[in-house]
């Protein structure tokens, strides 16, 4: 694991845009796996704007949502397919027969979980998957306790997880489950990202880098990944001891 501390957000979200500007031009048939939420929003617009001042082609690459709120529409603007449609893919080319993200509706979402296992492995596996941090620690929906051995699952949500997660809501909403991929995926990604700025997250920050690897802190499972970057900003940055 590598750690790289930046002077603000825009300024790791720089960074994080051009990896992956990188890794297209390298590989243009790229498998990619994005968070949506707060955090890589400016990574988002930066790579809108790069893409397309570089007039790079997305059409190639494959898609892959990294998680889902249960039961939430992809019209509802908290949901992460919404945020993914506006952000991203509104502005880009990329193939809408390459892009995967969880039906949150389904009727089966442990059908829905298989298929997108599925979808990765045909694929190839993830090349580049850049995610969050939850206050509590998760990643995705990877909630405290959760074993590093999953693949894509259904999970049940902590409540920091749907207290938190008002905020990209327009009103209050009912928020249960999650669906998402697992721990061993991003264990089996060629590249993790993780990035974390301001200074609401440095505690956590401060635990998943310097406290025990252990799946009560499920962010902690980047120090595992041998070809991973952990981006933050100094607010972020500003309760680690070493
Ligand atoms: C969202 C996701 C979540 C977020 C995390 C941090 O797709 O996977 O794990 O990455 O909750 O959210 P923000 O960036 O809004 O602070």
């Keep these: 694991m590598q750690l790289i501390v930046f002077k603000d957000h825009h ?3 720089q960074q994080a845009a051009e990896e992956i500007i990188e890794l297209v031009k390298r590989k243009p048939g790229a498998v990619l796996c994005l968070a949506s939420g707060s955090t890589p929003l400016l990574t988002c617009e930066l790579l809108v704007q790069k893409a397309r001042a570089e007039n790079i082609d997305l059409s190639s690459c494959t898609f892959i949502g990294l998680d889902e709120w249960v039961g939430i529409p992809p019209e509802n603007e908290g949901s992460c397919a919404y945020f993914f449609h506006n952000q991203v893919f509104k502005h880009l080319n990329f193939s809408s027969s390459h892009i995967y993200l969880f039906n949150a509706l ?5 059908q829905e979980c298989k298929e997108m296992d599925n979808v990765i492995f045909e694929n190839g596996g993830i090349d580049l998957m850049l995610v969050g941090v939850g206050m509590n620690g998760h990643i995705g929906f990877n909630e405290p306790g959760i074993s ?3 693949y894509a699952h259904v999970a049940e949500l902590d409540e920091t997880t749907t207290s938190v997660g008002q905020k990209y ?6 928020l249960h489950q999650g669906i998402t991929l697992g721990l061993k995926h991003l264990l089996e990604s060629k590249k993790v990202l993780l990035l974390a700025n301001g200074s609401k997250k440095a505690a956590v920050i401060q635990k998943a880098l310097e406290g025990e690897i252990t799946n009560r802190l499920p962010a902690s499972i980047i120090r595992r990944h041998p070809n991973s970057t952990v981006m933050i900003d100094e607010e972020a940055a500003a309760m680690l001891k070493r």
């Design 11 to 13: 300024d790791l979200s």
């Design 106 to 110: 389904s009727d089966s979402p442990q």
């Design 148 to 150: 590093f051995d999953l």
């Design 169 to 174: 809501f327009k009103e209050a909403t009912e």
